[in-house]
């Protein structure tokens, strides 16, 4: 399994940015995809996550009513819309596919940097 992210970048406070994730390599089906990220100086963190048969969606606390996750079946991609951004959003993004524990992922991809500046 490759995980494929992009859409990272700087942005002000209170913009907004997508990320996207790329997976290729096998079928998704029973599989979950979602986001981590990891701040400097702290440890990762679970973000959001999708399961891929039924589309429920997870969040964590701190990005609910924020960030939206959805997917392309046809594409096999996942997004992570991030909306009203805060300086304390700031970190690398990790792509991740699981096969039923979200909290630990089977796949990572390379990390994305997000930057929001105050």
């Known amino acids: 399994v490759q995980l494929q992210a992009s859409g990272g970048g700087l942005v002000q406070a209170g913009g907004s940015l997508r990320l996207s994730c790329a997976a290729s390599?096998?079928?998704?089906?029973?599989?979950?995809m979602g986001w981590f990220r990891q701040a400097p100086g702290k440890e990762r963190e679970f973000v959001a996550t999708?399961?891929?048969?039924?589309?429920?969606?997870y969040y964590a606390d701190s990005v609910k009513g924020r960030f939206t996750i959805s997917r392309d079946n046809a594409k096999n991609t996942v997004y992570l819309q991030m909306n009203s951004l805060k300086p304390e959003d700031t970190a690398v993004y990790y792509c991740?596919?699981?096969?039923?524990?979200?909290?630990?992922?089977?796949?990572w991809g390379q990390g994305t940097q997000v930057t929001v500046s105050s």
């Open positions: 999708i399961r891929w048969s039924s589309g429920s969606t």
């Open positions: 390599g096998r079928t998704f089906s029973n599989y979950g």
């Open positions: 991740t596919a699981d096969r039923g524990n979200w909290y630990s992922p089977d796949y």
